[in-house]
């Protein structure tokens, strides 16, 4: 119990503790934004006079753009141009954009300068005239059909002037997303945040705890179930338009989930309390943060491990009063500027509607690295679809997604069959581009423009749908009504743009960011087509920026053959520190041999050379500066080869030189080529041999102590050297990402004789029975829609990667189980699976399994679970 005086001293405590803090005034009336002043060098270059304001700067800058499309000034285009480039302008001034998008032209302006590569455009941006003219994005809005107002509406958009200061409403305003180059990205950063000192941060996320993660942590925890188990209750909950359905709601429509939920009562109802809890936080990938006052002045701030600032609120609040720029690091980006840099090719004279992009997508085998083809499911409906124009290939992106997805069949037979299902004749002229599919919100917002909505009408009414506002959609469905009977239209028009609406909220996508992304997807379709070695080698080179450098190395191998090109092995004389061209063919680059590191470029430059012997490798080495991981990654990845024995001997014989003195190896040298480089047997004799001063070079007891280290490595090496074929395969797999002596196939031919590679699977017919061996990439398992249990392994091997599930059924209704019992679990990553099963579209229904007890030791902790 506290004492009187103990509560005295706390009170003062705390009174002291609070007394060093200052009141916070934030008066929230809307985001002021950060002050800046357009450099006079730029109104030079523009032709203005240097006292001009903002707004007169924007314009010229527009005009100037308007000039460089080189439109006849007395064409009806031209007319066109102008009016809408005017209105922007109006627009923006009105509303209290001006700063805000030269803001977002000095970031991009900063990144030509340079050279820092930008994409096309992303988001509803790609909507705006002026943001075309002044060179934000690549995409001309009126070519394409896209709306301004999809970017910016005027009835949406508010501003208040409090004092004389101009405050915009963060939650409605224009937002410009910036994509760059993957890897230059912090350069960006680092320009802002020096034109902005004490005014920038990072963004707070805050990832709360979802259902799936809930019911399965909480049956493990509250009702002791297994892993195993665990993932297919919480595979049960299902996902609708790709957002997974609340615990209470699954509870109701998912009978078997149901059923769990009521066997595990305690396990369920605790998942209820925590939901919506906090997990953890974290940083917003790609959004940093503009003040127009000090930062901490207007948001509370905290460091991230590297310590840099990271606002205290999250996007939602730091939105309301201070501004955010969204920077993605896209490797898509990265690429197109290195392909186009080596081959001397401008990226704006690639015609993005040239035949040759789309006739590689009439039967497209080799996806990897086309932005956004690549992904499954995007490469799935391209097959599809068959896109043969940039319109075509931005409906791919769009149909590509959850609810979207339905249509795909029913666009597909638009592009390849002419086939258009009407709704109305009324809207013919704005649905049939899309097959009769309501694809995009551009369309809705003209359907809704059609019946005497004004665009940025449309624009409020297509939000509002699409967020369910129940008592705001009573109100514009009675407007849809009036309209139409105003417009002495047939009532049918107005119901059936209603039920467009509500229909299309989940699935309709936004055209301005569809068609920009089409394009850059178009442009690595050309370039990877066209220059397939600059365009493989730019993707190579990027492997090392990327979360997982060996897998991503792995598919890109999967395609070379397709081009005829080959993936040199690594050579300690031959290869770069990076990857790089060698006649047709491609060289592995030194510093992406796993276990090789950038700081150590410098070691490995001192290291190269020719070598005659063993001794005189290990010793470069140690000169050099190099580790004994770093020279056995070399030699196990082959980079080193050259010698008659074999990598796992010779890096067993370097583990055994590093355990000996600087006077020991002085003495091995001179005996080398006595006994044949053996260095066991040199050992041996020095055991004996005596030195000038008649003392034996190595004692009884250190040559016990040099035996006793090293008969661990001398275990692995035997170990290993059971299959020295299948080591070899192994160590090219892990270091490399590829293999390029042996194939998995060919180590298991005589033990499976009927064995087919992932490539071959394409050539055999439906429902045939088929035999492969793979590495596992990735494990799934849930609950089909059959109620069926199941598990879904995603497999690799050197020429593809493919799908197997197993799955219960009525014959085997034990059969996951099964399966997981005998392999005492899920199988791990890299492990090597044998599949013997029927061949589906894109699929194998697995009838066996097994998971090959195949090991290649690599480390002295491994040697403890073979004894």
């Known amino acids: 119990m506290l004492t009187l005086e103990t509560k005295k001293k706390e009170t003062m405590t705390t009174g002291n503790f609070t007394s060093q803090f200052s009141k916070l005034n934030l008066p929230l009336h809307g985001v002021r934004l950060p002050s800046f002043v357009i450099d006079n060098r730029h109104k030079r270059q523009v032709g203005v006079s240097e006292d001009v304001d903002n707004y007169g700067f924007l314009k010229a800058m527009a005009l100037t753009g308007l000039k460089e499309l080189g439109l006849k000034k007395s064409s009806k285009l031209y007319k066109q141009y102008v009016k809408r480039a005017q209105h922007e302008l109006d627009t923006l001034k009105e509303l209290g954009f001006i700063d805000y998008v030269l803001l977002v032209w000095d970031v991009i302006n900063y990144c030509k300068q340079e050279k820092i590569p930008t994409g096309q455009g992303r988001g509803s941006a790609a909507g705006s005239l002026i943001l075309f003219l002044i060179g934000v ?27 004389g200061v101009t405050y915009l409403d963060g939650t409605l305003m224009c937002d410009v997303d910036i994509d760059v180059c993957y890897y230059r990205r912090q350069e960006v950063l680092k320009y802002l945040e020096q034109k902005f000192a004490g005014k920038t941060s990072k963004i707070l996320t805050l990832n709360t705890l979802s259902g799936k993660l809930l019911i399965k942590e909480c049956g493990k925890i509250a009702a002791s179930k297994n892993e195993t188990e665990m993932n297919i209750v919480s595979g049960m909950i299902p996902k609708v338009f790709g957002q997974v359905k609340d615990l209470e709601e699954a509870y109701e429509e998912v009978p078997n989930f149901q059923d769990w939920c009521e066997e595990n009562r305690e396990a369920y109802e605790i998942a209820l309390k925590l939901r919506y809890l906090i997990k953890n936080k974290g940083v917003h990938a790609s959004g940093m943060l503009l003040s127009h006052e000090e930062l901490e002045d207007s948001c509370p701030t905290e460091l991230d491990s590297g310590k840099n600032s990271v606002s205290s609120f999250d996007m939602n609040w730091v939105s309301l009063f201070n501004v955010k720029l969204d920077l993605l690091g896209l490797r898509s980006v990265s690429v197109v500027h290195d392909v186009c840099k080596n081959i001397g090719v401008k990226i704006d004279d690639i015609d993005v509607n040239d035949p040759f992009i789309y006739r590689q997508l009439q039967d497209l085998l080799a996806p990897h690295g086309l932005f956004q083809i690549e992904a499954d499911t995007n490469c799935k409906v391209c097959k599809q679809v068959k896109p ?14 959850p609810g979207a997805l339905a249509f795909a069949e029913q666009y597909a037979n638009y592009t390849n069959n002419d086939t258009y299902e009407a709704i109305h004749p009324f809207f013919d002229d704005i649905l049939s581009s899309t097959g009769g599919v309501a694809l995009y919100q551009e369309q809705l917002m003209q359907m809704a423009h059609k019946i005497g909505f004004t665009l940025d009408e449309a624009e409020i009414l297509r939000r509002i749908v699409g967020k369910k506002k129940v008592s ?8 849809i009504r009036e309209k139409v009977k105003q417009g002495g239209l047939d009532k049918e028009i107005g119901d059936i743009l209603w039920s467009v609406l509500q229909d299309s909220a989940n699935y309709s996508f936004n055209k301005s960011h569809s068609i920009s992304y089409a394009s850059l997807a178009a442009i690595t379709i050309y370039l990877k087509f066209k220059h397939p070695q600059a365009f493989f080698l730019s993707l190579l080179k990027m492997t090392r920026h990327e979360p997982d450098p060996i897998l991503e ?49 410098e070691r490995i430059n001192n290291f190269r050379n020719k070598y005659s012997n063993k001794f005189e490798i290990f010793e470069a080495s140690e000169e050099a500066g190099l580790t004994i991981g770093m020279l056995s990654a070399l030699i196990q990845a082959g980079a080193l080869d050259g010698f008659s024995q074999s990598r796992s001997k010779i890096v067993l014989e370097a583990q055994l030189w590093n355990l000996l003195t600087k006077r020991e190896k002085r003495f091995c040298v001179p005996l080398a080529e006595k006994f044949d480089y053996d260095l066991v047997k040199i050992l041996k004799y020095l055991k004996e041999f005596k030195d000038e001063k008649n003392k034996v070079v190595v004692k009884e007891s250190r040559f016990e102590t040099i035996k006793r280290k090293y008969e661990p490595y001398k275990q692995i090496y035997l170990l290993n050297n059971r ?17 390029y002596g042996i194939q998995l196939k060919d180590i298991f031919v005589e033990k499976f004789p009927n064995l087919t590679s992932v490539r071959e699977l394409s050539t055999k017919p439906l429902d045939s029975e088929v035999q492969l061996m793979a590495n596992v990439i990735d494990t799934y398992s849930g609950v089909s829609k059959n109620k069926n249990k199941y598990i879904r392994f995603e497999l690799s091997d050197e020429t593809g990667l493919y799908k197997v599930m197993i799955v219960n059924n009525r014959r085997d209704k034990n059969k996951v189980e099964d399966f997981v019992s005998a392999n005492n679990g899920m199988p791990e990553k890299g492990s090597i699976l044998y599949v013997k099963g029927t061949k589906k579209e894109d699929i194998i229904f697995a009838n066996v399994v097994r998971n090959q007890s195949c090991q290649v030791y690599t480390k002295l902790s491994q040697l403890k679970a073979v004894h």
């Open 137 to 163: 994005t690549g995409i001309d809005p009126i070519k394409y059909g896209l709306y301004f107002e999809r970017f910016v509406s005027k009835i949406r958009a508010k501003k208040k002037v409090v004092d």
């Open 388 to 401: 043969k124009n940039l319109e075509e290939l931005s409906a791919v992106l769009a149909l590509a997604r």
């Open 472 to 479: 705001e959609v009573r109100k514009w469905k009675k407007k």
């Open 553 to 601: 190395i792995s598919k890109i191998h999967q395609e070379l053959d397709r081009f005829g090109i080959e993936l040199l092995p690594p050579h300690i004389i031959k290869s770069d520190m990076d990857f790089s061209a060698e006649g047709k063919d491609i060289r592995f680059g030194l510093l992406s041999i796993k276990g090789i590191s950038e700081k150590s470029i």
């Open 723 to 739: 299959s020295e074929t299948f080591a070899n395969w192994y160590y090219e797999k892990h270091l490399l990402g590829y293999t």
